[in-house]
């Protein structure tokens, strides 16, 4: 039987929370949505911290690609966050047959760069200015949404309204996606 253990993710309340597809990654958000923190679930040790805004926000949806290389969030604030997790550094490395696997941080200056805040230098001051923001972006209609993305890394997105959105991921320079196809099929 193995060791059960708790994570301290929010101060407030948490309103959304995902695995990646192999269960080595833990993302959760709070009621208060500005945040979304990254943990290794085996452990609960805490890996990252992701900014999605400064404006609180209802989380609707996080999705991990079935690589772990980007997480996807949406909110109520009618934008779709894209974080290069890849660029982070979380690395999935399994040891040897007889043990788990384990998720670890390590760096990689080579990958998709996440977006820092303009006054990052102030980062002794506060964790805020030090914060990974997103590498990309897709604006949709104001309405409850889920996203995805596909095996070509594209990302679908889809809303309560009944709207369909295949957009384009930049996966070198980030920024807005490029919208592919939007259908509503209500």
Not at 153 to 167: C, M
Request: aromatic share 10%.
């Amino acid at each position: 039987m193995e060791d059960s253990h708790s994570i301290e993710a929010h101060n407030s309340s948490v309103s959304c929370v995902t695995l990646n597809f192999d269960g080595t990654l833990l993302a959760t958000a709070s009621d208060k949505g500005t945040i979304i923190r990254l943990f290794n679930p085996a452990n609960g040790e805490a890996l990252k911290e992701l900014r999605r805004g400064s404006d609180k926000a209802e989380i609707y949806s996080i999705t991990i690609d079935v690589d772990s290389k980007w997480l996807g969030c949406t909110s109520d604030k009618g934008t779709v966050h894209i974080f290069s997790l890849s660029r982070l550094g979380i690395k999935h490395l399994k040891k040897d047959d007889e043990e788990e696997e384990e998720t670890k941080v390590v760096d990689e200056k080579s990958k998709p760069k996440n977006n820092k805040h303009v006054f990052k230098f102030m980062k002794r001051f506060s964790k805020y200015f030090d914060s990974e923001w997103s590498f990309a972006k897709f604006r949709v209609t104001d309405s409850r949404t889920i996203c995805a993305f596909t095996k070509d890394q594209d990302l679908v997105v889809i809303s309560a309204d009944g709207t369909y959105y295949l957009a384009k991921l930049d996966t070198k320079n980030g920024g807005e996606c490029k919208k592919i196809e939007e259908k509503n099929f209500v």
